[in-house]
């Protein structure tokens, strides 16, 4: 039989005899104390879980933020070339120019098609076709001598150098597809520091490949977000 007389003796023996160990820790400890652990484990899963079911509707409600923020900045995309083309007038009188109509899309596109029987369309790439027949405005117009004229239009909330670009383009196929003079303009709430060199709130000049553009700009007044 094993003895022991002091305390350090009966460590010593439960450390060198597992068995024993496991018999006295059943014999003090309660069942709960016991279950412990385990519960323990269980407890912590089950936290992981949770976490895990919020983690993910976080980034539910983080894509519908961006989603409500995507169609927020459409909206105001929409507005600002719907309201141009209702005051295309407005923007031609800002430009010294007397607006007379503006083109529908039937009528970009049957320029384009005649000038495609007359072989002015060829080596146009495809996406700037696209550009051409979906621009946001063209608009007959006539300069202070009387002659006929177009006004290629790009209108968004924040003005880009792409829209630079489009208005510049357009306006360079309509003087190709017609010979007569085409304007380019902007208009929007705001614009990026990036287009500042080549736009210009002064009466535009026509189209003019031989010298660098500048495209008339027209500031917009700004919309109320929607609730």
């Known amino acids: 039989m094993t003895t022991f007389s002091t305390i350090d003796e009966l460590l010593d023996i439960l450390d060198n005899n597992p068995r ?32 895990d079911g919020i983690d993910t509707r976080l980034d539910e409600h983080g894509r519908r933020l961006d989603g409500i923020g ?23 009188a800002e430009m010294g120019l007397h607006w007379t ?12 098609q005649a000038s495609e029987r007359n072989g002015l369309t060829e080596g146009i790439p495809p996406g700037d076709r696209r550009s051409f027949l979906n621009a946001d405005i063209i608009a007959d117009a006539l300069d202070s001598q009387g002659n006929e004229c177009f006004i290629a239009v790009e209108a968004s909330y924040t003005v880009q150098a792409r829209d630079i670009e489009r208005a510049i383009r357009n306006a360079s196929y ?15 709430v705001s614009r990026l520091e990036e287009v500042n060199d080549v736009i210009s709130e002064e009466n535009p000049q026509a189209f003019d490949a031989n010298r660098e553009s500048i495209v008339f700009w027209l500031e917009h007044q700004d919309i109320e977000s929607p609730d």
Do not use: C
Request: hydrophobic content about 40%; charged content about 30%.
């Open 20 to 51: 024993l160990l496991e018999a006295v820790r059943i014999k003090i400890l309660t069942d709960e104390l016991m279950k412990l652990p385990h519960d323990f484990a269980e407890f912590r899963e089950t936290t992981d879980k949770r976490f």
């Open 101 to 112: 109509r503006t083109l529908r899309k039937i009528d970009i596109l049957h320029i384009w």
């Open 70 to 92: 995507g169609n927020v900045s459409d909206l105001k995309g929409h507005h600002t070339i719907q309201d141009a083309r209702s005051n295309a007038d407005y923007l031609a």
């Open 174 to 188: 309509l003087t190709r597809f017609t010979g007569k003079a085409a304007y380019m303009a902007v208009t929007g």
